[in-house]
T-cell receptor
Framework: AQKITQTQPGMFVQEKEAVTLDCTYD???????LFWYKQPSSGEMIFLIY??????QNATEGRYSLNFQKARKSANLVISASQLGDSAMYFC??????????FGTGTRLLVSP | GAGVSQTPSNKVTEKGKYVELRCDPI?????LYWYRQSLGQGPEFLIY????????DSGLPNDRFFAVRPEGSVSTLKIQRTERGDSAVYLC?????????????FGEGSRLTVL
């Protein structure tokens, strides 16, 4: 069965520093997609970044990059130059089949001044 | 508005009552999804619509849960004989096409509390 594991319930980082949020996944599929979403206190899930299983390069979107290590089945999110507005819950997710997303339990990130 | 709209934002009901939660997706989005997020957990898939039909309802926990999308836009999630364990935030999402890279656009959710 497909599963996402996020082992860090909470992370702290100082403003302007970089932070890595861990994500490991389990699947027997050869083709899959990995995603990171941000959930601020408003509750809305905001798409950040996507990595396909066949993509050879790590995905990047502005200050977000995904450190994809296929052999280790890990898809860590790196946020560079943290900002106060980055404080939120972060969820790693995997696409199962054609549509369904399976989410991890999330990591709460707090950015301090 | 331009985003996914969900109503009500908060609903408190008593055990055994019937509840409807509404989702108005982004105009033109053909795919619509319902997820449920319990406290301290990530969202869990409930059902996915492509157009008017439910393409995958494997996440609905039991037959008390039902969802419709009669005209291919607005969707309603219906919960009969609510139980305390149904308390959660119900998230709706939409996307322009199915099978895309996963850029689902989520609403802010409907928080359901069953007393």
């Amino acid at each position: 069965a497909q599963k996402i594991t996020q082992t860090q319930p909470g992370m702290f980082v100082q403003e302007k520093e970089a932070v890595t949020l861990d994500c490991t996944y389990d699947t027997s599929d050869q083709s899959y997609g990995l995603f990171w979403y941000k959930q601020p206190s408003s509750g809305e899930m905001i798409f950040l970044i996507y990595q396909g299983s066949y993509d050879e390069q790590n995905a990047t979107e502005g200050r977000y990059s995904l450190n994809f290590q296929k052999a280790r089945k890990s898809a860590n999110l790196v946020i560079s130059a943290s900002q106060l507005g980055d404080s939120a819950m972060y969820f790693c997710a995997m696409r199962v089949g054609f549509q369904k997303l399976v989410f991890g339990t999330g990591t709460r990130l707090l950015v301090s001044p | 508005g331009a985003g996914v709209s969900q109503t009500p934002s908060n609903k408190v009901t008593e055990k055994g009552k019937y509840v409807e939660l509404r989702c108005d997706p982004i105009s033109g989005h053909t795919a619509l999804y319902w997820y449920r997020q319990s406290l301290g957990q990530g969202p869990e898939f409930l059902i996915y619509f492509q157009g008017t039909g439910a393409a995958d309802d494997s996440g609905l926990p039991n037959d008390r849960f039902f969802a419709v999308r009669p005209e291919g836009s607005v969707s309603t999630l219906k919960i009969q004989r609510t139980e305390r364990g149904d308390s959660a935030v119900y998230l709706c999402a939409s996307s322009f096409t199915s099978g895309n890279t996963g850029e689902l656009f989520f609403g802010e959710g409907s928080r359901l509390t069953v007393l």
